[in-house]
């Protein structure tokens, strides 16, 4: 049974620094693509990074390229999300995917598996 658990959501000033993890069980992962998506109130989810395998490749949405960064750490099964500078529009739930189709030019819409989401909320 796959279980993709989020941790590290809150609520921060503008500007202030969250660092999300999410650990996975029941699949391989060190061989997973994985991935961040977050959907704020009354908008469409989106595609927010991803990373491949072995961290040699990354993907960032452009809103937050410079701010966040993606990272694995494949022995630990843990996929980390660093956010840095954040602004009141990256308020959102953020969710943990596995097998993930990540590419250069973004992420597929359907991963395999899905974490329940961590609630960032970000004040001004």
């Known amino acids: 049974q796959v279980q993709v658990v989020e941790s590290g959501g809150g609520l921060v000033q503008a500007g202030e620094s969250l660092r999300l993890s999410c650990t996975a069980s029941?699949?391989?992962?060190?061989?997973?693509?994985l991935g961040w998506f977050r959907q704020a109130p009354g908008k469409e989810r989106e595609g927010v990074s991803c990373?491949?395998?072995?961290?040699?490749?990354?993907y960032y949405v452009d809103s937050v390229k410079g701010r966040f960064t993606i990272s694995r750490d494949n022995a630990k099964k843990t996929l980390y999300l660093q956010m840095n500078n954040l602004k009141p529009e990256d308020t959102a739930m953020y969710y943990c995917?596995?097998?993930?189709?990540?590419?250069?030019?973004?992420?597929?819409?359907?991963?395999?598996?899905w974490g329940q989401g961590t609630q960032v909320t970000v004040s001004s």
């Open positions: 990373i491949n395998w072995s961290g040699s490749m990354t």
């Open positions: 995917a596995a097998g993930v189709v990540c590419s250069k030019s973004g992420l597929g819409p359907a991963p395999n598996y």
């Open positions: 029941g699949l391989t992962f060190a061989y997973d693509e």
